[in-house]
């Protein structure tokens, strides 16, 4: 049996926070770019598929697929840092100082990513800014001002919208991290990774790394957003509702409720 028994999990839960806080910047930030282009081309599938359908279910269907890309290939996504970096402080194998850093390099690995692939797709689908942009590209548009604009009509409520949406979607995407843990099979492990992830995506959620890419990709494309929304009403606040959901949701939540029976076994 592949199945890896939840004491279990906990255990290497810390000994990856641990091994990946001492990664060097240089593999930080190419992982970082490599896991930030995996999302957003899983992004771009998704609404394209939404597009075409008229069934946005069909999208978080086929989402998952750009995490599993993240998790197999080793790449570093920071929601799943969020979590697990935090249990290998409380194991004593890392220290913050480690942790920030290694936030930091990821942070800007998936933003160089994110945008780099919303850059190339936005040509694609303009001709190089020649004419409007097609069907995919327009959605695009209306999600990215939805997720800046949109929060910033109501205020001090869509600050704390998507606050709380950060926190609820980093509680599923950081839980498929761990889940991840629970097979030692590539089939067994994408089956983990799955589900959190789908319903993340169905219920619009806000996710960091996805927003690296949406929100630029709508800006190039024309949407009515500036730099300054982009920040201020979604990658900032959308940053740190991840934090919170996967450090304290996610990946102390697991490891502090199951480290003690492993270690009184």
Known sequence: MDYVKPADIATNMAAVGAMKAKLPPSSLLLRGALAGAFLAVATSMAVTAAVQTGFPIVGALIFPFGLCLVILLGTELITGSFALLPCATADNAADWGQVIVNWGWVFL?????????????????????????????QKLVKVAEAKTIGYAAHGGAGMITVFVKAILCNWMVSLAVVMALASTSVVGKMLAIWGPVMLFFSQGFEHTVVNMFVIPSGILMGANVTIGQWWMWNQIPVTLGNLVGGM???GLAIYLTHRPAKQAS
């Open 248 to 250: 304290f949701f996610t």
């Open 109 to 137: 690995g998936n933003l160089l990513g994110s945008v780099g692939y919303a850059i190339l797709l936005s040509i694609s689908l303009t001709m190089m800014g020649s004419f409007d942009p097609l069907p995919v590209g």
